[in-house]
């Protein structure tokens, strides 16, 4: 089945560590998407990407870091940057305004 | 300037009991999609539909609804006889950025059905 698979499910990242969330699609969706969503709000567009080797910043970029080697593939770096990382991340993947798949998320906790 | 509004934090109903969730959008242009999504417990967002801006015919899928009215920026999601099952966050977004899909969402409506 196609879909979109996110891991881990749920991640600890000490203080000063950089860590790095994983997202895969075989849905050969051209754009994916992270974001992020913390408790009583929406969803905050942290990163995109339209196209192999191609990302742009979303609305709150600053403390994250992404790639997009393959298709497939949209990996999203929280680095220690990232002043409140704790938060809950979601990646999506979509083509041509039909709607986001989304992935079931992970759940980032600082200790 | 995009925006999507959803004023209901919270709804609580009883179960068999209709509800409305509200979602108000902004946009300066005139072709945009609207879209709703569930989140239940297990966090991950289920695309229930999308509507374009020249589509105002409303819509029924079962239990679920559609509004879309273009006079009052508005496209509500109403369950008629709710179930238990429909408890989750319900998530209304806005889509009109001509190069990307990019999605603008609202802060999302709690649904709470009781037995």
């Known amino acids: 089945d196609g879909g979109i698979t996110q891991s881990p499910k749920y991640l600890f990242r000490k203080e000063g560590q950089n860590v790095t969330l994983s997202c895969e699609q075989n849905l050969n969706h051209d754009a994916m998407y992270w974001y992020r969503q913390d408790p009583g709000q929406g969803l905050r567009l942290i990163y995109y990407s339209q196209i192999v080797n191609d990302f742009q910043k979303g609305d709150i970029a600053e403390g994250y870091s992404v790639s997009r080697e393959k298709k497939e593939s949209f990996p999203l770096t929280v680095t220690s940057a990232q002043k409140n990382p704790t938060a809950f991340y979601l990646c999506?993947?979509?083509?041509?305004?039909?709607?986001?798949?989304f992935g079931s998320g992970t759940r980032l906790t600082v200790v | 300037a995009q925006k999507v509004t959803q004023a209901q934090t919270e709804i609580s109903v009883v179960e068999k009991e209709d509800v409305t969730l509200d979602c108000v959008y902004e946009t300066r242009d005139t072709t945009y999609y609207l879209f709703w999504y569930k989140q239940p417990p297990s966090g991950e967002l289920v695309f229930l539909i999308r509507r374009n801006s020249f589509d105002e015919q409303n819509e029924i899928s079962g239990r679920y609804s559609w509004n879309f009215q273009k006079s009052t920026s508005s496209f509500n999601f109403t369950i008629t006889a709710s179930q238990v099952v429909d408890s989750a966050v319900y998530f209304c977004a806005l889509s009109d950025d001509d190069n990307t899909d990019k999605l603008i969402f609202g802060t999302g409506t709690r649904l709470q059905v009781f037995p």
């Open positions: 999506a993947s979509s083509m041509d305004r039909g709607g986001y798949t």
